[in-house]
């Protein structure tokens, strides 16, 4: 009986059909932002890099050290999910300043304020910190809540696609939204619905080589359990308990 209410739970939970995705870009705002996070968002502005997991390229922390910003020695793991570089070496103004040992740029950057060719903080506003896409051809974001549910994503992009006819593309849920002849230093504003709840989504934004940009301010909308299923859950404990008190009394 145990057995089958929890795999109904999960069922229920997880159980809605699925949908394509849809993926939405505009000219960022503060107002528009603040409306498509919801209250129960998890948000990472990378404003605290002690709380991020992963290393600068020469091997120091990401806080307490000489090193305040630069290439990484690979993927960064965040409170919102995973970023990591889509490659391959890139090279150029943006790589020439992060670079830290030297060997071109195969890795993200994570950016201290000034700004680096009109790349920077977006999210808070009086904010230093971002995640550069290091004159690689972009990065992919899993966003993960570690279980938890959600149904869609914001974040927002500055300085994208604003070199000549390069075009940048966002990738998520089966869908691709492309944009292109930006101009410098513009900032973004993308909402991607995944029309379904899911537990976790990759998100990769991608551009050519060489035309670095900045994401910042990355919130997942968190979906709150319906009272129902805090109902269902409560139940299923209950009946866990009867059942281990029912086996202490027959091995007794």
Same mark, same amino acid.
């Given at each position: 009986m145990l057995k089958t209410t929890s795999v109904a739970l999960a069922?229920?939970? +997880?159980?809605?059909? +699925?949908?394509?995705?849809?993926i939405s870009v505009s000219t960022f705002s503060y107002a528009d932002w603040n409306s498509k996070v919801g209250a129960s968002a998890v948000i990472e502005?990378? #404003?605290?890099?002690?709380?991020?997991? @992963? $290393?600068? #390229?020469?091997?120091d922390a990401l806080t307490g050290t000489s090193t305040?910003?630069? #290439?990484?020695?690979?993927?960064?793991s !965040?409170?919102?999910? %995973?970023?990591?570089?889509? @490659?391959?070496?890139?090279?150029? %103004?943006?790589?020439?300043?992060? &670079?830290?040992?030297?060997?071109g740029c195969h890795q993200l950057?994570?950016?201290?304020?000034?700004? /680096?060719?009109?790349?920077?903080?977006?999210?808070?506003?009086?904010?230093?910190w971002s995640l550069n896409s290091n004159d690689t051809q972009g990065m992919a974001w899993v966003a993960d809540l570690g279980g938890a549910l959600f149904k869609s994503v914001v974040f927002a992009?500055? &300085? =994208? =696609?604003? =070199?000549?006819?390069?075009?940048?593309?966002? !990738?998520? @849920?089966?869908? !691709?939204?492309?944009?292109?002849?930006?101009?410098?230093?513009?900032? /973004?504003?993308?909402?991607?619905?995944?029309?379904? &709840?899911?537990?976790?989504? $990759?998100?990769?934004?991608?551009?050519? =080589?060489?035309?670095?940009?900045t994401i910042d301010g990355a919130a997942i909308n968190v979906v709150p359990l319906p009272a129902s299923s805090l109902l269902l859950i409560g139940g299923i404990a209950a009946l866990g308990g009867v059942a281990r008190r029912r086996k202490a009394k027959q091995t007794a």
């Amino acid at each position: 009986m145990l057995k089958t209410t929890s795999v109904a739970l999960a069922a229920f939970i +997880a159980g809605s059909m +699925a949908q394509a995705a849809t993926i939405s870009v505009s000219t960022f705002s503060y107002a528009d932002w603040n409306s498509k996070v919801g209250a129960s968002a998890v948000i990472e502005d990378f #404003e605290n890099p002690g709380a991020l997991s @992963g $290393t600068f #390229e020469n091997g120091d922390a990401l806080t307490g050290t000489s090193t305040i910003k630069g #290439e990484l020695q690979g993927g960064i793991s !965040t409170a919102v999910g %995973t970023f990591t570089s889509l @490659g391959p070496i890139g090279s150029g %103004t943006t790589c020439g300043t992060f &670079d830290l040992n030297g060997d071109g740029c195969h890795q993200l950057a994570l950016q201290k304020d000034p700004g /680096q060719n009109g790349q920077g903080n977006i999210v808070p506003d009086n904010g230093l910190w971002s995640l550069n896409s290091n004159d690689t051809q972009g990065m992919a974001w899993v966003a993960d809540l570690g279980g938890a549910l959600f149904k869609s994503v914001v974040f927002a992009i500055q &300085d =994208a =696609a604003d =070199a000549g006819q390069k075009i940048l593309s966002i !990738t998520a @849920g089966g869908q !691709t939204q492309t944009f292109s002849a930006l101009p410098n230093n513009n900032e /973004q504003l993308v909402f991607i619905d995944f029309g379904a &709840d899911v537990s976790s989504a $990759t998100i990769n934004i991608r551009t050519s =080589a060489n035309d670095g940009f900045t994401i910042d301010g990355a919130a997942i909308n968190v979906v709150p359990l319906p009272a129902s299923s805090l109902l269902l859950i409560g139940g299923i404990a209950a009946l866990g308990g009867v059942a281990r008190r029912r086996k202490a009394k027959q091995t007794a």
